[in-house]
T-cell receptor, first 115, second 107 residues
Framework: GAGVSQSPRYKVAKRGQDVALRCDPI?????LFWYQQALGQGPEFLTY????????KSGLPSDRFFAERPEGSVSTLKIQRTQQEDSAVYLC?????????????FGPGTRLTVT | RKEVEQDPGPFNVPEGATVAFNCTYS??????FFWYRQDCRKEPKLLMS???SGNEDGRFTAQLNRASQYISLLIRDSKLSDSATYLC????????FGQGTTLQVKP
């Protein structure tokens, strides 16, 4: 079956531009997570949705980062006024049940480069 | 100090070798523990869960010591295809990843 998909796979943005990254989770998965992975590091948690509700946004690094999941399926991570330090791979993951359900399935990621 | 600490390596081993990775975590409220595998420029994938009683999946053995807040992964009879980054992961309501340990298995 279809896994988690993300688009675009690669994005180059000029500093100060806004970007929007899309995640299509596995159909029927309740939980959706966004992570940021810098080069040579493990993924870092950004935010968590249970259906359409954003239950945890403690990992968002600044108010330039905003995520939504309005209908409880597709999610968008938006970064406003991008900075060079935003360059990273942004990973989306989904899970069948609530956040305590351990198996998260990851998408291929969006590699963002801010120049 | 990071919540989950791993030696980044790289570990370079010959085929057939046994290799062990260790990880320490700082939050005793952590609920569950995992090893994920990440190939170069790919997404992380769940390798195995880690239990206090220890668990084995083929050539892979994982162990958890809650008292010492220490997690290990043992790979026996290494294959070329085991070359990857191994991420130690703690679940405390959200997944906390270590930096990852890179393994390179050479012929």
């Amino acid at each position: 079956g279809a896994g988690v998909s993300q688009s675009p796979r690669y994005k180059v943005a000029k500093r100060g531009q806004d970007v929007a990254l899309r995640c299509d989770p596995i159909s029927g998965h309740v939980s959706l997570f966004w992570y940021q992975q810098a080069l040579g590091q493990g993924p870092e948690f950004l935010t968590y949705f249970q259906n359409e509700a954003q239950l945890d946004k403690s990992g968002l690094p600044s108010d330039r980062f905003f995520a939504e999941r309005p209908e409880g399926s597709v999610s968008t991570l938006k970064i406003q006024r991008t900075q060079q330090e935003d360059s990273a791979v942004y990973l989306c993951a989904s899970s069948l049940r609530d956040r305590s359900s351990y198996e998260q399935y990851f998408g291929p990621g969006t590699r963002l480069t801010v120049t | 100090r990071k919540e989950v600490e791993q030696d980044p390596g790289p570990f370079n081993v010959p085929e057939g070798a046994t290799v062990a990775f260790n990880c320490t975590y700082s939050n005793s409220a952590s609920q569950s523990f995992f090893w994920y595998r990440q190939d170069c420029r790919k997404e992380p994938k769940l390798l195995m869960s880690v239990y206090s009683s220890g668990n084995e999946d083929g050539r892979f053995t994982a162990q958890l010591n809650r008292a010492s807040q220490y997690i290990s992964l043992l790979i026996r009879d290494s294959k070329l295809s085991d070359s990857a980054t191994y991420l130690c992961v703690v679940n405390k309501g959200k997944l906390i990843f270590g930096q990852g340990t890179t393994l390179q298995v050479k012929p």
